[in-house]
C-alpha cells in the first residue's frame, strides 16, 4: 500500500506550526514564572534528585533535578555519595543566581542539603545490580545501560574516547532493542488467545500499543532523559502514523518531531545528548534513503556508516579519541546481542558473569586530541542536508568523513 504524507497542504503545517509555537510560549512563560518565583524569595524550598555529583578542587559539585528544573550547586562538606538518592533542598537568593538563559540551561544556585530521603524503587533496582558485580567499572555500567544512572569522570571519558558513549547512556538505541525484544515476546505470548479467541481483531495494532505502553512505562520508572524522551516520542508517534499509513521514514517527520519535544522541553535545546541523538536518527534515514541493503549486509554497512558519519559531529563536541574507537562499530553490532541477554542474566542475579565484558574500558590506554574544526563543521552541515536530495553529493560527503578521519589520525600528538 502507498505511503501517505505526514500533512496533506502547507495549511496543514502552518497550523501545526502555530500550535508548536503555542505550546512553547506557555513552557517558556511558566518557566519564567517559576525563575522569578525562585529568584525573588530569600529561600526556597524543593525536592530533587541527583543527577550527579563529582569533585572539583575542594568543593563538591552535584547536579540536581526538581520536578521542573535542573541546577547545580556545590559544597565544602565532605559528601557521602548522593547520586540517584533524592533530596530536600533550601536554595538560597544571592548575586551569584543565574539569568534566565542560565536557568533554562541548568542554572547555579547557593544551597543546602536539608534531607536525603530514603531509598527508592529505582535506587534498589541499582543497587541489586551493582550487587552481582566485583569490579567497580561493571558496578557504575551495568547500572548506567538499564536505570540511565550517573558514571565516573574518568570512566565517562574513556567511553567518550573509545565512542561507546552510545552504548551506556540510555537512547533510541537502547530503546528499539527493549522495544523489539519485548514486541516479540507480546506476539509470542498473544498468538494463540488471538487466534483461538480474538481472531478478527488486529494483533499486531494490539502489540504495538501495548510495547508503546511498556516503553512508556520503563521513560517513567528510569526518568526523563533528553535521548530517551526523543526516542520514545518518535516511537509513540511512529507507531500511531504506522498503522494510518503514514510514511515515517521521512525527514519532514524528524523535524517536526523534534520541534515537538522542543516546544515540550524548551531546555533540550541546550542538551548536546537530545541533539546528538536527533542527528543520529537523521544518519538512519538519509541512510535508507539511499542504500538498499537488507539482512546482516545491511546492519554491519548501517553500524559502519554511522560511525563514519558520527565522528565529526562528536568531535566537534568532545575531543579525547583513542585508536581503540574504531573497534565502535563491531562493538555496536555486538551490543544489539549483549543488551537482552545482559538484562536477562541480571534479571536472575547472574550479571557478574559479565563483569570482563566492560573492566578494559577503565584500562589505560593512550589518549589524543581530536577536534573538529568550525569551518569543517560548516561543511559537514551543508553536505549532509544536501545529500537527502542528491545521491552525489552523498558520496562526496561520504568522502569527506573519509579524509577527516584519515588526515587527523595521521597528525595525533598523544596527550
Known sequence: MQKVPLFQSTKERALFALALILIASLNLAYRYTLYKDITSKKFYHTEAKVLNQYKKGRKWVL???????????STKE????????????MLIKSRYGPTFLKFLKGGYFVSYIKKVHPKDMRMRVKEY??????????????????LATPISYDIRQNLSALSLSHLVAISGYHLGILAAFVSALFLFLLKPIFQCFFPYLHMGRIVAILTVLAAFSYLLFIGDTPSLIRAFVLLAIGAFLYDRHIDILSFELLFWVALLILALYPQYLFSIGFWLSVAGVFFIYLFLRHFTLSGWKGVILLNFWLYLVMLPLVHFVFEDFSY?????????????????VAALLHLFGLGGMLDFSVE?????????KLKTPLWFMGLYVALAFLSIYKHRVLYLFILINLLFLVYYIAKFQAV
Open 78 to 89: 565532605d559528601l557521602k555519595d548522593l547520586r540517584d538518592r533524592t533530596v530536600d533542598v
Open 324 to 340: 581503540l574507537q574504531l573497534l565502535s562499530p563491531f562493538i555496536s553490532m555486538a551490543f544489539v546481542l549483549f543488551y537482552p
Open 129 to 146: 545490580i551493582s550487587s552481582q558485580h566485583q569490579s567497580t567499572v561493571a558496578k557504575e555500567i551495568f547500572p548506567a545501560l538499564f
Open 63 to 73: 547536579k540536581l533535578k526538581s520536578e521542573n528544573f535542573t541546577f547545580y550547586t
Open 360 to 368: 578494559w574500558i577503565d584500562g589505560d590506554f593512550t589518549l589524543f
